[in-house]
């Protein structure tokens, strides 16, 4: 099994199979050898800093109904919001003042939002904060939907491509969206010249060992800047409900794995890593990631956007979010930085 890791270490491709027997044959021993090769791996481009994006989740409406998720449109007891312009401008304002210096702004598919009004923000945040970096995450859209928000300045894009197999796909979402429509998405952002950030979760309800072989395969082929994965945790107002949720030891092999396999990458340890973990987003920084997410939307909205049930962070305000992760970091030897923290995968 160690073969397979030296493999990876010299950038040497592998198989669907040997993605597979990796994954199915992990123990805790391989685990550390993986994980001291993708620091070593880590500290080589990025050293021991650690990026923040400043997270605001401006609407919690979709019209998707993703089985995982706790705000599909099914869910009719999710109370729905959307921020205005001036909010999420507030939210920014914060967010500079405590050295956040890339905001993300996420959201359900959410038609409230046409290209005319995720513009005029997008442009407003570039002329208040010109120094900021803008990922969007607001999932499928058109070609020219894409161009045209990222002529009014926005510079990455998220969209996981939640997992590549078009069965598995099939049965985490509606017969309405496709595999391949969000494969799609994914090879258009990169195009337009975004930096682009794809992903999936680990431990989702039917997924194989070969499932995540095939990701690990689709990622090596899209060279994204960014992977976010994260643990699946079953929401309680959705079809999974009764579903296990991911485990750390998976997500963290992951982690490692994907950190060897793109060793410039960015590779977020997620909210929900922390969640199934107090010391989840140390251990994911320790297993080879980079960067964190504390959430800047107004604490009044937290709640409202759980995609997942006992999500951490949503009593607490954007500065202690930011202190405690501060904090996190140092714990282990690592440092938040002030900067745009741009990806060296380009
Ligand atoms: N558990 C974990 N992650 C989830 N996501 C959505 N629902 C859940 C859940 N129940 C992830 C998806 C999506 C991202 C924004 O959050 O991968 O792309
Ligand atoms: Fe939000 Fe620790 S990161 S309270």
Known sequence: MRELIDKLQENKALSKYEWTVLIEGRSPELA????????????????HDVYVRGLIEFTN??????????????????????????EILSCCETGYSLGFRTFVLQGGEDAGYDDSRLCGIISAIKTGWPDCAITLSVGERSYDSYKAL???????????????????YAKLHPPLLKAADRQDCLWNLKKIGYQVGTGFMVGSPYQTAGHLAEDMLFIKDLDPQMVGIGPFISHRDTPFAGQSSGTLELTLFMLGLLRLMIPKVLLPATTALGTIHPKGRELGIQAGANVVMPNLSPTTVRKDYALYDNKICTGDEAAECRNCLERRMESIGYHVVTTRGDSLNI
Do not use: M
Not at 32 to 47: C, D, I, T
Not at 150 to 162: F, M, S, T, V
């Open 150 to 168: 990222h002529d009014a300045g926005a510079d990455r894009y998220l969209l996981r491509h939640e997992t590549y197999d078009a069965e598995h």
């Open 61 to 86: 409406y979709c019209r998707n109904d993703c089985l995982y998720c706790g705000i599909r449109k099914s869910n009719l007891k999710v109370s729905r919001y959307r921020l205005s312009k001036e």
């Open 32 to 47: 550390e050898y993986l994980f001291q090769q993708a620091r070593s791996v880590r500290h080589k481009y990025y050293g």
